[in-house]
């Protein structure tokens, strides 16, 4: 199994989102990336924002996590989200470093109605802006679609 951290960043009621395009569809994911052989999760998003981003975070709670489970050759994966901050920088995509289209900020109440890459928005949007933290952060399969 694979673990795979993303972070909600935040801007008054927007989100912070990745926009990438697959067989001719946008899809959007929240910043994170692949830890490396014995990187903790937070200093994995710590560098994947400062190499994808060029921002520095603060990496706050867990607030999510689950499974896509996908039969075949994709592996399963287990995503966690956190929330988190940009404590210093400036937003500016490295090509380098990441296949994204740009970042984009999206209102809060758009995110469920987006195809997202994990299907978290519905939960994210339960979450903020009210940090209604769930008291247990796991919400097991994640329903994905696949584009």
């Keep these: ?13 927007k989100i912070l989102l990745l926009k ?11 910043p994170g ?3 490396d052989d014995g990187e ?23 607030i999510l996590a689950g499974e896509i489970i996908i039969s075949g050759k994709r592996e399963t994966t ?3 989200i956190f929330e988190g901050e940009i404590i210093s920088g ?6 380098g470093e990441t296949t994204t289209l740009g970042f984009v900020w999206t209102n809060l109440g758009k995110i469920p109605y987006l195809n997202m890459y994990p299907n978290v928005g519905p939960f994210i949007k339960e ?3 009210g940090r209604r933290f769930p008291a247990n952060p796991y919400v097991g399969q994640i329903n994905q679609k696949w584009f």
């Design 33 to 35: 990336g692949n830890p």
């Design 90 to 95: 400036e937003l500016r995509v490295n090509p």
């Design 1 to 13: 199994m694979k673990v795979r951290p993303g972070i909600v960043v935040l801007d008054k009621n």
């Design 78 to 80: 287990l995503h966690c």
């Design 20 to 30: 990438y395009n697959y067989n001719g569809h946008d899809v959007f994911a929240l």
């Design 40 to 62: 903790t999760l937070e200093a994995a998003l710590t560098r994947e924002l400062k190499e994808e981003l060029g921002v520095t975070v603060r990496v706050g709670n867990l």
């Design 127 to 129: 979450i903020f802006p």
